[in-house]
């Protein structure tokens, strides 16, 4: 973090002290003013003043609260992210009960199947399962392998018609 020259505050009818608070306040608010004023009983016009009048302390504040706002926001997500699961499942359980009156079922199979797919994805990417599975192997395993199952299950290989010619 870059050192910053701190304004000094000057004020009138406010503490320092209230100055560095509600600077903090809307720093942990995203910077908005209304939300802070309400926490804090003062005026958001008088934050903003501050916030205009003091940029060097007001970055400095907000630096420092980042972790919490950002901690704040994952609660946030998660919190969404239920309601619109459980959101999801109101929505699928009405569209397989109107399933038969429905113009276009295969569209409806269509959008069902993509959020199926999607919710997997996430509940293997959040429990930390992979979401792809790449396997490397060289030609000679390749070949091994698929001559152990032509061996194993008795399978035949088409004939292939074609001359070979060496390069060279």
Same mark, same amino acid.
């Given at each position: ?55 060097? *302390?007001?970055?400095? @504040?907000?630096?420092?609260? %980042?972790?919490? /706002?950002?901690?704040?926001?994952? $609660? +946030?997500? *998660?919190?969404?992210? @239920?309601?619109?699961?459980? %959101?999801?499942? /109101?929505?699928?359980?009405?569209? $397989? +009960? ?13 959008n069902l199947s993509t959020v199926k797919g999607i919710n997997i994805d996430k509940v293997l990417a959040l429990t ?7 396997q490397h192997h060289s030609a000679d395993e390749l070949i091994r392998t698929l001559g152990q199952h032509i061996r ?17």
């Open positions: 973090m870059e050192t910053l020259e701190l304004e000094p505050i000057k004020t009138r009818v406010h503490t320092t002290e209230q100055v560095l608070e509600g600077l903090a306040t809307v720093a942990s608010c995203g910077g908005r003013f209304k939300p802070a004023a309400d926490r804090l009983g003062i005026a958001d016009t008088t934050l903003s003043r501050w916030r205009d009048k003091y940029p060097n *302390r007001y970055r400095q @504040i907000a630096e420092r609260v %980042a972790t919490e /706002v950002e901690a704040d926001i994952i $609660v +946030k997500c *998660r919190e969404a992210a @239920i309601q619109v699961s459980d %959101a999801e499942i /109101v929505a699928i359980e009405e569209t $397989v +009960k109107r399933l038969p009156e429905l113009k276009d079922p295969s569209q409806v199979l269509k930390g399962r992979p979401i792809q599975h790449i194993k299950t008795g399978a035949t290989a088409p004939a292939i018609d074609g001359t070979a010619t060496e390069v060279g």
